[in-house]
Structures are given as structure tokens and as C-alpha cells.
């Protein structure tokens, strides 16, 4: 072959050509763009954000919508007014993947002032689902200007509609100390929806980090996460699980995790002991569950919802865990590191082994009961006991099923 004949591919067309299948893929699934032999990139990410609203929202705002010109789904997000617990509340979700946020408790001031609230709004959920920021930055600014329109069509009231019942069946995740609704913003966008007839049932914040991948051509999550190691004190027997999160988590959304990890129910009280080098007590952090408790003297005491894992991963703490007062099942929680640069929103169990006892087996003594009864087919108690572990839902040590549950679980109220 001549060289005359050799064609020279860059790496920036190479990445151009990967952007445009990826793309013309996108549409294909979501039917969101119009398909055309000669696609345009720079048309596609025209600079302006398209807020579509109700006659519900046009009515309290007091405009006259502009003719939406938009087509693009990912610079569209339609906007409705509902009154929750008597206050007025605003949801917003993106017309290409039903991601959103609310907005609750707004006055005639806020109203005003919509345009910031919602950009800040975006920003805001966003950064929530821990998007690299420069990331979110580049989305605004290439979405331009906001501008007012009507609804875009039955397809995407019907979403907008789905979010807002989820936000009234939710209405104990709003809080009314703020107009950013943090809680009941996590808790709409993890609803169980199909983007249209023939898609699978997906969850909104999945479609979204889609969405954002292809815009920013590169993974679009980063943030601090810690890497802990959690062994349960089960004497004869060894149970130990490896976990990293992220850090920004509450010791509330740590228990949620622990309960996973180790197949436990979370039927029970629970708290967290941080223990300084020398092993002294520096927080007792409790559950809410407990509504009648002592004051400690040797150590300040805090509920599990209101105090950051963060604030304790910087020093050599080490953290006992306690679950089930009745059973007594302790345990240790090493931290291991930190990692900067983790690319999940989501906990992750790296390794782990050992089975973790049923709920109310009876502490120590009793799990030790159980297996012995267990392992013995002969044994008097053998099927009852088959019978009753089976009610308890007890199985392996099972890591695939564990991380299914991990995805989602900061997700729940925490």
C-alpha cells in the first residue's frame, strides 16, 4: 500500500465519530432528537433551557408563555405548581429522563425571582447526585438563557404529573426550612419508570447519568468516599465485610448500609460509639428509635441523622456499632483510607465472607444453637428449625445481592 492510500484517523475525530454513534443511539432508544444523515453536534446543544410550564404555573406567574422552539429533551424540563401541606410547591422534572427537583414553600417573592430558584434548583440536584461540577457548569452554560413555554405534550405532562404524586404520597420528606427540597427530591427520582412503551422500567437518576455521559463524552461522577473495613464479634465464628461509600453520609444512612451488608432487617435499636486512639469515647451517636435515653457523662451524645461519617474519617477513630440491644451484635468498623477521586454515587461491597446470624436468634449463644442444628439433618429441631430460618429469610453470604441492594440505598431518607 502507497502511502497515499493510508488514511489517518485522529484522536479527535475518533472521539467526534464515538460522540455521533452514541448519540444517533440515544435517539434511536429515547426517540428524544430528529434523526438526520448529516447531524450537527453544535445544533444539538443549541444554547437555550426551555422551561415548560402548566397554565397552573403561567397563571401564578402572570405571563404569557413564549412559542418553544427547543427539541432537544435534555434542554427542556417541564414545570408544575401543586399545594402540599398547604404550601405552594414547585416540581420540575427533565423532559428526557424524568429527573428532577422541588422546590417547596414559595411566597410571592420566590415567584419573582423563579428564574434563579430554578437554575439553582437544576444545580442544586444535580451536584446532589455527586456530577463532577465543571460537568454541571458546562450544562448551563451551553442550556444559555431560561425561557418560559407551554407544556410540550401528553407524554410529558403524564411524567411531570407521576413525579408530582410522588412528591404528595412523600410529603413527610418536605422540610419546611428551606425552599430546596433535598429528601424529597432523592425520594421522586427514585421511582420505577418506563421513559416510554417499548423502554425497560428505569429509575430517573439512572436515564440522567445516560444523558450526562454522552453530553460530557466522559464519566460524569466523582467524589470522596472512605474505605471501611466491619468485622461482627461472633467468637467461634468469623463475619467481616469490606465496604467504601461515600463519605457525605449520616451515620443514619451508615446503619441503612451495615443492614445491608450484613442481611439484617433493621427491626431493632442501634448506636455508634467513636473511639479515640487511646480507646476513650469522644461520641455515642443513637438512633431515633430511642425516645427514652440517658445522657451519657463520659461522652456528648448526638442523633444518627444529625452527625456527618465525614466529620470522623480524617483521624485514627476506630467505630463500634451496636445492633439489637436484646442479641447484642457488636461491631468493629476500622477505617482503612480515603479515596478523592471515587467515581460512584453509591456504596460498593469490595469483599467480604462469612454469614451474618438471623434477627432474634438469640445473641452468641443462640447463633452457635443454630448452626450446630442446622449442620445436623438428624437432628430433633432440624426441620423447625429449617422452617423458622427460611421465615427469618437467612441465607449466604451473597456479594451480587448485596451491592443490587447498595445502589439505591442512599436514596432512602437518611
Not at 8 to 28: C, F, G, Q, T
Amino acid at each position: 500500500m502507497s502511502g497515499k492510500d493510508v488514511l489517518v484517523i485522529s484522536p479527535k475525530e475518533i472521539l467526534r465519530a464515538w460522540k455521533k454513534s452514541l448519540l444517533l443511539y440515544l435517539m434511536d432508544c429515547h426517540e428524544k432528537w430528529d434523526r438526520s444523515e448529516d447531524l450537527d453536534l453544535c445544533a444539538i446543544w443549541r444554547k437555550e433551557m426551555q422551561i415548560c410550564c402548566t397554565k397552573k404555573l403561567q397563571d401564578e406567574l402572570g405571563i404569557v408563555p413564549e412559542k418553544g422552539t427547543e427539541e432537544n429533551d435534555l434542554f427542556c424540563w417541564s414545570v408544575h405548581l401543586i399545594i402540599v401541606n398547604r404550601r405552594k410547591t414547585v416540581v420540575a422534572v427533565n423532559d428526557s429522563n424524568r429527573f428532577g427537583f422541588v422546590l417547596h414553600g414559595l411566597k410571592a417573592k420566590d415567584f419573582k425571582g423563579l428564574n434563579e430558584l430554578l437554575i439553582q434548583g437544576i444545580r442544586n440536584c444535580l451536584k446532589d447526585e455527586n456530577i463532577k461540577s465543571e460537568i454541571i457548569e458546562g450544562y448551563l452554560e451551553r442550556a444559555g438563557d431560561l425561557m418560559f413555554a407551554k407544556t410540550r405534550g401528553p407524554k410529558y405532562v403524564a411524567r411531570l404529573n407521576k413525579a408530582c404524586e410522588r412528591v404528595n404520597i412523600y410529603d413527610d420528606r418536605l422540610d419546611t426550612r428551606g425552599i430546596f427540597q433535598t429528601l424529597a427530591t432523592k425520594v421522586m427520582n427514585n421511582d420505577f419508570i418506563k421513559i416510554n412503551k417499548e423502554s425497560d422500567y428505569e429509575y430517573p437518576h439512572e436515564l440522567l447519568n445516560l444523558d450526562l455521559k454522552v453530553f460530557a463524552g466522559e464519566e460524569i461522577v466523582m467524589c470522596e468516599a472512605v474505605d471501611l473495613m466491619i468485622k461482627l464479634n461472633l467468637d467461634r465464628n468469623s463475619a467481616w465485610r469490606r465496604v467504601i461509600t461515600p463519605v457525605d453520609i449520616t451515620f443514619k444512612q451508615l446503619h441503612q448500609i451495615l443492614q445491608a451488608v450484613f442481611d439484617w432487617k433493621s427491626h431493632h435499636m442501634y448506636d455508634f460509639n467513636i473511639l479515640d486512639e487511646a480507646g476513650k469515647c469522644v461520641l455515642n451517636v443513637i438512633s431515633e428509635l430511642e425516645e427514652v435515653f440517658e445522657p451519657r457523662q463520659d461522652c456528648h451524645m448526638c442523633l444518627a441523622s444529625e452527625v456527618k461519617l465525614s466529620s470522623y474519617t480524617k483521624q485514627q477513630y476506630k467505630i463500634a456499632y451496636c445492633y439489637d440491644y436484646g442479641d447484642n451484635w457488636e461491631h468493629e468498623i476500622t477505617i482503612r483510607g480515603t479515596n478523592p477521586d471515587y467515581d460512584k454515587n453509591y456504596p460498593v461491597c469490595l469483599m467480604g465472607e462469612g454469614n451474618a446470624p438471623p434477627e432474634d436468634v438469640g445473641g452468641i449463644s443462640g447463633y452457635e444453637d443454630f448452626l450446630e442444628i442446622m449442620a445436623d439433618a438428624n437432628h430433633v429441631e432440624y426441620g423447625d428449625m429449617q422452617k423458622w430460618a427460611q421465615s427469618q429469610w437467612y441465607k449466604n453470604f451473597n456479594m451480587e445481592f448485596i451491592n443490587r441492594r447498595l445502589k439505591n440505598i442512599l436514596r432512602h431518607k437518611g
